[in-house]
């Protein structure tokens, strides 16, 4: 949730009801597809 807020922001824009649903509905599969595509994997790298 703290993503999705961060993201899209605390407050849908629409005042109906159906279109919040709808607009929610968009931002949760916009957010699953960039969780899908996942954060980059990183190394740690001993200076030697």
Same mark, same amino acid.
């Given at each position: 949730?703290?993503r999705y807020?961060?993201?899209?922001?605390? &407050?849908?824009?629409?005042?109906?009801f159906e /279109?919040?649903? +709808?607009? &929610?509905?968009?931002?949760?599969?916009?957010? /699953?597809?960039? +969780?899908?595509?996942?954060?980059?994997?990183?190394?740690?790298?001993?200076?030697?």
């Amino acid at each position: 949730m703290g993503r999705y807020k961060q993201i899209f922001g605390n &407050a849908l824009k629409s005042r109906d009801f159906e /279109n919040q649903k +709808t607009k &929610a509905s968009i931002h949760v599969s916009v957010l /699953n597809t960039m +969780t899908a595509l996942e954060r980059p994997e990183f190394e740690r790298v001993n200076a030697a």
